[in-house]
């Protein structure tokens, strides 16, 4: 019998649709050559939708997703018309939390044919985020607003299993890859939540002697993937390091037309979801210039957390044949679907 996936497709907003339906048209094309079947609903949730109903999504938004064997996003926010802070807590961050995709995953090196910006272009880095407590846990509030003596405190939480699972989840791909795990805090600085997560890399470092261990600090690392990127295999960081350092891993790489992304529940217990790294740049909205590598990237990923590495593969290969033909390489040189189209063609 024919295996087949039911994924939820949110476009979101701006360049988030165009580079949504690339990725399913590449997703689609690598699944009948595989012989699997992917079947997409979708969900036009976005800040358009929280412009006409005040909310990003509906009520039952967690429970409708749910049902489906994976989540596939393009991009969400706004600015102009519904403020960051609203979309990002709206739709992103109740998705992450509620399904539990604590790890958030997101490779760094350069495809074939993309000039990077260092000197070096040896790496090959895989940055592990903790996706669902620490700085972005929001705990905090704000009292006497509007007064002189406003107070704004946000306190970031740091549990003991919430460290220690996503270190856990690092060890594990440091030792499917290379063997090397960079633990990222700032505890000369942060006595208490760096430090218990600098104390529980060295207690899990003892279950895996196989592992090579380093411990940098945020600002050592930040210059490390810059001076030495190839010095490095899997990074392990906390949700705000983990999502600067991500940035960073996106400019070495190219940008961020290049920076894909997993929402990981490694107990398969809920859905993933898998997005490109890349705003929803409404700027560009219009123009059919989106560079969808990311997201046909993310889509691989999602592909594999399926099951199904034959295909993911097999669009790897494609994105790295595309590349190498010197498409998509240069931001807005080529438009979104002459992009799909040679993906497609290499495909083939």
């Known amino acids: 019998m024919m295996n087949s996936y039911n994924i ?6 701006g360049i988030g649709s165009s580079v949504t339906d690339a990725t399913w048209e590449v997703l689609g094309a690598a699944a009948k050559t595989c012989g699997f079947h992917l079947e997409g609903k979708e969900f036009r949730w ?7 109903t005040g909310a990003m999504m ?7 997703l749910r049902g489906f064997d994976a989540i596939l996003l393009g991009a969400v926010g706004w600015p102009a018309e519904v403020p960051d802070s ?6 992103l961050l109740p998705i992450r939390k509620a399904f539990v995709q ?4 997101r490779p760094h090196r350069l495809l074939p044919g993309v000039q990077g910006p260092l000197k070096s272009q040896d790496f090959d880095i895989v940055c592990i985020r903790e996706n669902t407590e620490g700085e972005y846990s929001g705990a905090g509030g704000r009292v006497h607003q509007g007064t002189s003596e406003e107070v704004a405190v946000e306190t970031s939480i740091f549990t003991r299993m919430g460290v220690e699972r996503i270190l856990r989840f690092g060890f594990e791909q440091a030792r499917k890859r290379r063997g090397r795990l960079a633990s990222v805090t700032k505890s000369n600085a942060q006595k208490y939540s760096m430090v218990f997560w600098d104390e529980m890399t060295h ?3 003892a279950e895996y002697s196989d592992v090579c261990v380093s411990s940098f600090h945020i600002d050592a690392m930040a210059a490390r993937m810059i001076m030495a990127p190839e010095s490095l295999d899997v990074v392990v960081a906390s949700n705000l390091f983990g999502d600067i350092l991500t940035d960073l891993g996106a400019a070495i790489q190219g940008g961020l037309g290049f920076a894909a992304s997993a929402n990981i529940n490694p107990d398969r217990s809920a859905p993933s979801m898998f997005e490109p790294v890349h705003g929803s740049a409404p700027d ?3 123009l059919g210039t989106a560079n969808p ?3 046909v990237w993310s889509g691989a990923m999602m592909l594999e957390h399926l099951g199904e590495a034959s295909a993911a593969s097999l669009v790897m290969a494609a994105l790295e044949k595309t590349t190498t033909q010197g498409i998509g390489t240069v931001p807005g040189k080529d438009k979104t679907d002459a992009i799909t189209a040679a993906v497609l063609a290499a495909l083939d």
């Open 293 to 295: 590598i990311a997201a």
């Open 203 to 205: 207690k899990l470092a």
């Open 86 to 91: 609203v979309s990002l807590h709206g739709l």
């Open 284 to 286: 560009i909205a219009h």
């Open 58 to 64: 509906p009520a039952n938004g967690i429970e409708t």
């Open 46 to 52: 976005s800040c358009a939708f929280y412009k006409e």
């Open 8 to 13: 939820a497709l949110i476009p979101g907003d």
């Open 102 to 105: 604590y790890a958030n995953i």
